[in-house]
């Protein structure tokens, strides 16, 4: 792919003249948006996701961080309960088995909405317990995936608590728009999903998987095996919230019992449901293992 010569006029002193005694001038391959868009550009577009981050990472002084993870659709309480009412004033008119199955899920993100909100509260708790340690680093920084759901909450909550958090958005299809409590001079946006899982995992010293679907569930099977292959700490924390949903969805149990995981990297799991559990289980896994910053950022 070749890029589009500039003409530009030249006194006597100039080079390479045309025909009409005008130099021609190309810009360097860099400033060429053809090219940097190429297929032979692929790997220079990698390498400034890995770059950028690492510069903006450093200039915020962050240490490390507490990567939280969870469903992008769970509502918050009052969004759950305002879309609740909406229906409800709406099915007084005419019941149908389409309204009553729009309030059959409603009642259902009623109910998940408590996540959000302990999401919330375990971000607020952390972060202001994390800022009692300093800022020089920054130590144990809030990392979510950057979009609604309970990665908006993980955000919200180091908002209020007066510190600084990470969104680590990527550029979708269908979604998505990073949150707007993410600190702005934290705020990345991925094109490369493998990038992106990179800065989740390279400074994470805890991951905290809240009810989610496939994207949730993708992340929590990348943490596990680079632990259980050891391409990762196992000291790091991997904290299951909330067994109501995740017994469920997945039988860990079954897993062990059937010896497609063993006894050891059962352990690797740690579980909790309140705010109150996981905030001690984090705290005290922090405290015992990881209390020396990463010594990338520094």
């Known amino acids: 792919m070749s890029r589009r010569p500039r003409s530009k006029e030249r006194g006597r002193e100039g ?149 600084k958090s990470i969104g680590l958005s990527i550029q979708l299809p269908h979604e998505q728009r990073p949150n707007d409590y993410i600190s702005p001079e934290l705020s990345f946006m991925f094109h490369y999903f493998f990038m992106r899982k990179l800065w989740f995992a390279q400074l994470a010293k805890a991951l905290i998987i809240f009810p989610g679907g496939f994207g949730t569930m993708d992340e929590l099977w990348e943490m596990l095996t680079l632990m259980q292959t050891g391409k990762l700490q196992r000291r790091n924390l991997i904290l299951i919230y909330g067994r109501k949903y995740w017994d469920r969805v997945l039988d860990w149990k079954h897993m062990l019992r059937c010896g497609t995981i063993n006894q050891h990297e059962y352990g690797l799991l740690e579980f909790a449901d309140t705010v109150d559990q996981a905030f001690e289980r984090v705290r005290n896994g922090l405290e015992a293992h990881h209390m020396k910053p990463d010594e990338l950022l520094q």
């Open 15 to 163: 080079s390479r003249k045309g025909s009409l005694g005008r130099s021609l001038e190309i810009d360097p391959p860099y400033r060429d948006p053809v090219f940097m868009e190429s297929l032979p550009s692929r790997p220079v577009r990698i390498l400034t996701e890995y770059i950028d981050p690492l510069e903006r990472l450093r200039r915020e002084k962050v240490g490390d961080t507490i990567v939280m993870f969870g469903s992008a659709r769970i509502l918050s309480r009052e969004q759950a309960l305002a879309h609740l009412d909406k229906l409800r004033k709406g099915g007084k008119r005419r019941s149908t088995p389409e309204n009553r199955a729009a309030m059959r899920d409603a009642r259902a993100s009623l109910e998940m909405s408590r996540y959000y909100e302990e999401a919330r509260e375990l971000a607020r708790r952390i972060t202001s317990w994390a800022m009692s340690l300093g800022d020089n680093p920054r130590r144990f920084v809030i990392c979510s995936g950057g979009g609604p759901g309970i990665m908006e909450a993980a955000n919200l909550g180091a908002s209020e608590a007066g510190g």
